[in-house]
């Protein structure tokens, strides 16, 4: 696989990250959102959750494109890079724990992405 279209994968995990934590974000301090329909129309209209659902339709339109140029057997897996990322992500951005289970599993999902990553196809 070529550098541009690991990088073209990288772009568009970290786009799909950028959204979830929008998300995050937009749902902090939000517990009685979902208790009426006006509650939850207003959450989606809210500035936070549709940025995060617009990066995610970036993300998608990124994606088909990668699909054109990598199989999916390869570029799917690389993209879990995306559970790497929301965990250091939401340590240093929400205090989440970082805990040794979460460590070792992230450990694990690096071996399989490199090996994914050499093999190319």
């Known amino acids: 696989m070529s550098i541009l279209n690991f990088f073209l994968i990288l772009v568009n995990t970290l786009i799909l990250v950028g959204g979830q934590f929008l998300w995050k974000f937009g749902l902090m301090g939000r517990t ?3 208790e009426s329909v006006g509650g939850v129309v ?3 209209l809210s500035p936070l959750i549709v940025s995060g659902l617009f990066m995610y339709g970036l993300a998608t339109v990124l994606w088909l494109f990668i699909l054109t140029r990598v199989p999916l ?3 799917y897996p690389i993209q879990s890079l995306a559970y790497i ?11 989440e724990p970082l805990t040794t289970p979460k460590i070792i599993g992230v450990l694990l999902i690096m071996a399989g992405v490199s090996l994914i990553g050499l093999q190319g196809n």
């Open 32 to 34: 009685d959102s979902y």
């Open 85 to 95: 990322f929301a965990v250091f992500g939401a340590y240093f951005v929400f205090n």
């Open 42 to 44: 207003k959450l989606f």
């Open 73 to 75: 057997s390869v570029a």
